[in-house]
């Protein structure tokens, strides 16, 4: 398809979603005040969002529910803005930083597996906290990962990531 004008620009930045793994510990600093999270099922591929309280026709299938969630940060090894998908394990950890009145805004993390399997348990650690100049707003992360998520399932296409 061709245009003689640009399409106007989405409502939410595209960010590469980054998941640990085991040959690699993942360093960040958190660009937004808070993460987002919905329950989900790993189905055709991709992870797909789940109805949860409702059961979705994952949950009918029998197709094991597991609660992620994503923090927009700023890489470390990409040196660019990211999506760090993190377990409910490291929300746990964050909810301790989340009682303050920054969030999580800066706030330095190390996320590493703690075996040489890519599916072992995630581990958080954080350290101090970094000034950060542009924030990345709960709203756009939010609407992004709903994209996301809605692509994965089949809803957009060509959007899947």
């Given at each position: 398809m061709y245009f003689t004008k640009?399409?106007?620009?989405?409502?939410?930045?595209?960010?590469?979603i980054v998941v640990c793994k085991?040959?690699?510990?993942?360093?960040?600093?958190?660009?937004?005040?808070?993460?987002?999270?919905t329950m989900t099922h790993w189905w055709g591929g991709h992870t797909v969002a789940c109805d949860y309280p409702k059961p979705c026709e994952a949950c009918n299938r029998n197709i094991r529910r597991e609660f992620k969630s994503w923090i927009a940060a700023e890489s470390v090894e990409f040196g660019t803005r990211v999506i760090v998908q993190i377990t409910?394990?490291?929300?746990?950890?964050?909810?301790?930083?989340?009682a303050k009145p920054r969030g999580i805004l800066g706030l330095k993390i190390k996320l590493q597996r703690a075996t040489a399997s890519?599916?072992?348990?995630?581990?958080?650690?954080?350290?101090?906290?970094?000034?950060?100049?542009?924030?990345?707003?709960?709203?756009?992360l939010e609407n992004t990962m709903r994209r996301v998520l809605a692509a994965n399932a089949g809803n957009e296409p060509n959007q899947a990531a």
């Amino acid at each position: 398809m061709y245009f003689t004008k640009a399409p106007p620009t989405s409502s939410a930045p595209s960010y590469k979603i980054v998941v640990c793994k085991a040959a690699q510990p993942l360093l960040f600093v958190s660009v937004c005040d808070q993460y987002v999270g919905t329950m989900t099922h790993w189905w055709g591929g991709h992870t797909v969002a789940c109805d949860y309280p409702k059961p979705c026709e994952a949950c009918n299938r029998n197709i094991r529910r597991e609660f992620k969630s994503w923090i927009a940060a700023e890489s470390v090894e990409f040196g660019t803005r990211v999506i760090v998908q993190i377990t409910h394990s490291c929300c746990l950890e964050l909810a301790r930083h989340l009682a303050k009145p920054r969030g999580i805004l800066g706030l330095k993390i190390k996320l590493q597996r703690a075996t040489a399997s890519d599916t072992s348990m995630l581990q958080i650690s954080t350290f101090g906290f970094e000034e950060v100049t542009h924030p990345v707003a709960a709203e756009t992360l939010e609407n992004t990962m709903r994209r996301v998520l809605a692509a994965n399932a089949g809803n957009e296409p060509n959007q899947a990531a």
